[in-house]
Every structure is written in structure tokens, then in C-alpha cells.
């Protein structure tokens, strides 16, 4: 029993942290599609519903760290994340969030970008429940083939 605790935690926490790491887990881990799906999504959301709250503090720390360094404000990447969000809104943060940001990253940024928390954790959920689908699937039909590419 103490041993799919273990298995369990360790997709969710992957999940708050890097997003297809909880489907890479739960798959090398022999867990099945519903359980690596729903940790999957609740490790992404706990760390969207952690980050909208502490979020903005953060980033204003950030910001001042920023200045006594005289380091730019915005970097490449930042201004390539405002064009998609100008484009796009919050579904294309949303959507991207997964593959190309991470679930702390696209919530620090939605946040930063002003977007009001409901509409945030609306975005991220059905992101999540895409990605964590797609991701899942792929992992458990086709992990099969990483352990024998060696």
C-alpha cells in the first residue's frame, strides 16, 4: 500500500512542477490512464490555485531584484509571451502553458498580464484536461517504446 502512495505523489508533484512529467511518471510507474490523468491535472491546478494567490508578490520581488541589477525588463521571451497573449488571450497562455511554459510559469504570467484569477484557473483547467489527456495517452500507448530504443 505504502508503495502507490509513493507512486501516486510522485505524478502530482512532477505535475505541479513540469507539466508532462506526471504522464511520464504515472506511465514508467505501471498506473493506468484515469489515475496518471487526474494527478496530472490536480498537480497542475494545485500549483495554478498556489501561484494566482502568491503570484503578483512574487513577481513584484522579482521586478525589484530586476532594477538593483539594472538587468532589461523584458527579454525575448517575454515579449514573444505578450505577442501571444495580445493575439491569443488567455486560452493561448492557457494552451501553451503545458508544453512550452510550465504550470508555475503560465500562471505567473497570466497573472502578471492581469487576468482576473477565475478566468485563469478556467483556462489552465481545460488546458489541462487536453494536454493531461493527450500527454497520458500518448505515454501509456507509446511509452512501450522508449524501453526498447536502447
Do not use: C
Not at 505504502?2 to 506526471?22: D, E, N, P, Q, R
Not at 497562455?93 to 508555475?104: C, D, E, H
Not at 485563469?120 to 500518448?138: C, D, P
Amino acid at each position: 500500500m505504502h508503495h502507490v502512495i509513493v507512486k501516486y505523489a510522485s505524478v502530482f508533484l512532477l505535475s505541479t512542477v513540469k507539466f508532462l512529467g506526471g504522464p511520464l511518471a504515472g506511465s514508467s510507474m505501471g498506473l493506468h490512464f484515469w489515475p496518471t490523468l487526474a494527478l496530472t491535472v490536480a498537480g497542475m491546478m494545485t500549483s495554478v490555485f498556489v501561484f494566482t494567490g502568491v503570484g503578483g508578490a512574487w513577481m513584484a520581488h522579482r521586478q525589484k531584484q530586476r532594477r538593483l541589477r539594472r538587468e532589461p525588463i523584458f527579454s525575448q521571451r517575454s515579449r514573444n509571451i505578450i505577442k501571444v497573449f495580445r493575439k491569443f488571450g488567455m486560452g493561448g497562455i492557457a494552451f501553451l502553458t503545458p508544453v512550452l511554459l510550465s504550470p508555475i510559469g503560465g500562471t505567473v504570467v497570466a497573472t502578471l498580464l492581469g487576468v482576473p484569477r477565475h478566468r485563469i484557473v478556467l483556462h489552465m483547467f481545460w488546458s489541462a484536461m487536453f494536454w493531461g489527456t493527450a500527454f497520458t495517452f500518448a505515454t501509456l500507448r507509446f511509452g512501450h517504446m522508449l524501453h526498447h530504443a536502447h
